[in-house]
């Protein structure tokens, strides 16, 4: 059975800026609080301080933490040492970066209860494999002989929570666990995490930014930004009936709606891609690659079109972007561009053709050159394609920024004094002063909060819209592909299993695959899951 | 590549990014940087305001410490003062030329590899591994058994001798960069190997290259002292310090000024060095982001 948690007037510091401010709330035992906010906003910081816990540079300095009856900030360390781990358990988001390598799974599962002392090391293992039954992962026996690198995200997370339960801690701090997986995975991840919440009645702190999945788990949803408490309900009345204008920005971003472009009707075909097969390592006498990762995709996309590929991770879906853009040589098939095959590698390509295809990558810290200021950045492809300079370079960079909805200010800084959307934002902006025919965007809202994704979803509708360029929209979260795309294309295991148009998004029969992906994207309402189960138990009656 | 030069208009003016760097250094960058400077200000100007040369010989030998020799004489009476601020233009001036040889030639033989293809990677990469599995004084002996001992042939050999560790470790931080995602979006516009090797990539390998050359300068001065020591380095009269302390290697007996005056000017200049560079910003900035 759970404790209660007491949050009183909680307040942390990070030199002199409030990371969390005169925080105050109650969990009830056994029951789930969600903590829901965008990156910033203070969510995990607050988690941390429950266990009396701050970040190298933050302080926690006021306020009181009470777990059943004891005043956790008052603690010695030695008292702390104590708490954590034994009343109060941790779960990361990060999982794989959580685990030692070099260790096996189950020592390091056990190492709590050895630590605290609460089971002798034989009766912690039997625990421990009791717990992976619970939690529905496979070979319960034998998966912690296992060390973390031979197991997949999604266990890997699980077996965490295993080490998290196996001193039958009063309160569990979940802290995004499942936002690192892909959509089918967080599924099992989510049920699983449920069920042993629910049969063991712990109190639970639940940290996350996606509302859909936090309407699975959480009880009462406290929702928070720039460390301030925004809005505090239970789960139902939140979903419904919100109180707060962020906590309604929020539930409009969770359920992106289609952004329709109205089709032109019936252009010509821009990239026509036929049998095409890729793969890395060295080639075979056949001419096929040692690791095949693509076979036999044909793609049609017209001019002004977008297209989404959907498909989990390493079902093929960034290779064919690379293959596409030239960054890889194709074993067999062609890419065929605006009515003319395309050479297989950049060397090959002409300027020209370059200039038609750019690409987006997801993750903008990587994707803008740390020591270039937004204006060179910018200015680049525009002396390169165009050879613009001086007023008139200064003028297109000006009118790029408006495009993209940045200041104009922003042109003399470095990428690292903007936050992760205005990176986005910057990054498409490069693509688009090359005034391309396609854009590749390979996952380009997945690092960003559903806020700020939605932001930039728009404004990627609002381009094409506007300039008509066509889009190959790649993802693993349905939700975004269905909003901005006509067409969606699903891959698995490096072959195309289905396409299936805008009309026919609501209509089926799909697909069975389409059909698994489609239900594994959380629903904003409570009760989803637990449907989700009755109909699984059905199936399987 | 008449585009490459205007896009270099976009840096930040050099002396204002200069300054913001020096008011990063801490009191013990500031005190490495005093020493740097004044002994290559004796280099360049030292001997020029000296009222004797070293050259002048005659007086008492091995001569303590005294008003008219502010540093005693060597073993053959001459001014010790002068003899290492004569030396210090041999010791700074070579060091400094093989270490910027050294690290430039490593620095863009390693971008060239880590942008090319894996077979130039690959051929620059075990040819280099070759030279560093060479014993480097035994590859300076060869150097000066073959063409002599001569100042351009000592700043030849340093180079020579330091170049593969600076490729080594250009090339480890350069492979890294190269793998990120802006270098792909360079090469898919269409960027020729040179430009993304010197705007992609060196700009975000500079600071730990910097911190290298210091590092290496402090090596070669040693090289160098060691060499002389042996005899093989600077050639009698000139001197640089090495061959002064061997030289006045008699007056270790008696612990006289003119064995230990250059001991101390290499242990002070190799010190001042490594100050400055524990206090280079990327470096302190990266230590501050650690802790």
């Known amino acids: ?541 | 590549m008449a585009s490459i030069t205007t896009s270099a208009s976009f840096a930040p003016t050099p002396r204002s990014s200069w300054l913001t760097r020096l008011s990063h250094f801490g009191v013990s960058g500031w005190v490495g940087l005093a020493i740097v400077v004044f002994w290559a200000s004796a280099a360049i100007f030292g001997p020029a305001l000296l009222s004797r040369t070293g050259a002048a010989g005659g007086g008492a030998v091995f001569a303590p410490i005294s008003a008219a020799h502010w540093l005693g004489t060597d073993y053959l009476g001459r001014d010790m003062l002068a003899r290492v601020i004569e030396g210090a233009r041999y010791t700074v001036g070579v060091a400094f030329l093989a270490t910027l040889l050294a690290s430039g030639v490593g620095t863009v033989l390693a971008l060239f590899a880590a942008a090319s293809n894996r077979w130039i990677d690959g051929g620059l990469s075990r040819t280099l591994d070759t030279l560093t599995a060479i014993p480097s004084k035994m590859f300076a002996l060869l150097m000066v058994a073959g063409f002599g001992s001569s100042i351009p042939m000592l700043v030849i050999t340093a180079a020579i001798i330091y170049m593969p560790g600076a490729y080594r470790f250009a090339r480890a931080l350069a492979v890294n960069v190269n793998a990120l995602d802006y270098v792909t979006v360079a090469r898919t516009r269409g960027e020729r190997t040179l430009y993304v090797m010197l705007y992609e990539i060196l700009p975000n390998i500079a600071g730990p290259m910097l911190a290298d050359l210091g590092l290496r300068f402090v090596y070669v001065v040693l090289l160098l002292a060691a060499l002389s020591f042996l005899g093989l380095g600077v050639q009698p009269p000139a001197a640089d310090w090495g061959s002064l302390v061997r030289e006045n290697i008699g007056a270790l007996a008696d612990a006289g000024a003119s064995v230990i005056a250059p001991s101390a000017a290499i242990a002070s200049l190799t010190i001042a060095v490594n100050l400055v560079i524990d206090n280079l910003p990327g470096r302190v900035a990266r230590e501050r982001g650690a802790r």
């Open chain 1, 1 to 541: 059975m759970g404790s209660p948690v007491v949050v009183d007037n909680l307040t942390v510091r990070a030199g002199g800026a409030t990371l969390v401010d005169a925080l105050s709330f109650t969990i009830r035992p056994g029951e789930v609080l969600a903590l829901i906010g965008e990156s910033g906003s203070g969510k995990t910081t607050t988690a941390l301080a429950l266990m009396g816990y701050a970040r190298r540079g933050c302080r926690i300095t006021s306020g009181s933490v009470r777990i059943d009856d004891v005043d956790v900030l008052s603690l010695a360390p030695r008292q702390l040492r104590a708490l954590r781990g034994r009343t109060v358990a941790y779960v990361a988001q990060s999982a794989a970066a959580s685990f030692d390598p070099s260790r096996t799974i189950l020592d390091q599962v056990v190492e709590p209860a050895c630590l605290h002392g609460t089971l002798p090391r034989g009766e912690a293992e039997l625990k421990a494999i009791a717990l992976f039954r619970e939690l529905a992962l496979p070979e319960p026996e034998t998966i912690g002989q296992r060390y973390p690198h031979q197991v997949s995200g999604g266990q890997l997370q699980r077996l965490m929570a295993a080490m998290a339960l196996i001193t039958d801690p009063a309160v569990v701090i979940l802290d995004e666990p499942t936002t690192a997986l892909d959509v089918t995975t967080q599924v099992e991840v989510l049920r699983a995490f449920r069920r042993v919440i629910r049969e063991r009645q712990v109190t639970g702190v639940y940290v996350s930014h996606d509302l859909a999945v936090v309407a699975q788990m959480a009880d009462h949803i406290l929702v928070l930004r720039d460390g301030r408490m925004r809005e505090l309900a239970a789960t139902e009345p939140i979903l419904v009936a919100p109180q707060n204008e962020y906590t309604k920005s929020l539930l409009a971003a969770a359920r992106p709606a289609p952004r329709v472009v109205a089709e032109a009707p019936d252009t010509d075909v821009l990239l026509r891609v036929r049998g095409l097969s890729a793969g890395y390592g060295p080639r075979t006498r056949q001419g096929t690659a040692s690791t095949m990762i693509l076979e036999d995709i044909d793609l049609e996309l017209k001019r002004g079109q977008s297209i989404g590929v959907i498909g989990e991770s390493g079902s093929g879906k960034t290779t064919l972007a690379r293959v596409v853009a030239g960054l890889l040589a194709p074993c067999s098939g062609t890419v065929e561009f605006d009515g003319r095959p395309v050479k297989p590698t950049l060397e090959q390509r002409t300027r020209e053709e370059l200039r038609r295809i750019q690409i987006v990558f997801q993750s903008a810290d990587t994707a803008l050159n740390p020591s270039h200021t937004i204006e060179r950045i910018l200015a680049r492809p525009l002396q390169f394609y165009k050879g613009l300079q001086g007023d008139a370079l200064r003028a297109r960079i000006d009118e790029l920024l408006d495009l993209v909805k940045l200041p104009r200010n922003l042109a003399q800084r470095l990428p690292g004094g903007l936050s992760g959307g205005q990176k986005q934002r910057v990054n498409l902006a490069r693509a688009l002063a090359a005034e391309p025919d396609l854009i590749l965007c390979d996952e380009v809202t997945s690092a960003l909060d559903t806020v700020v994704a939605a932001a930039v979803l728009d404004l990627m509708a609002d381009l094409r819209r506007a300039l008509g360029v066509s889009y190959l929209f790649i993802s693993h979260d349905l939700h975004t592909v269905r909003a901005v795309c006509d067409e969606i294309v699903v891959m698995r295991h490096g072959r195309k299993l289905a396409q299936v148009a805008r009309a026919d998004y609501e209509r089926g029969p799909h697909h069975p695959y389409y059909e698994e992906l489609a239900r594994a994207v959380p629903e904003l309402r409570r009760g989803w899951l637990d449907e989700l189960d009755r109909r699984a138990s059905a199936v399987a009656a």
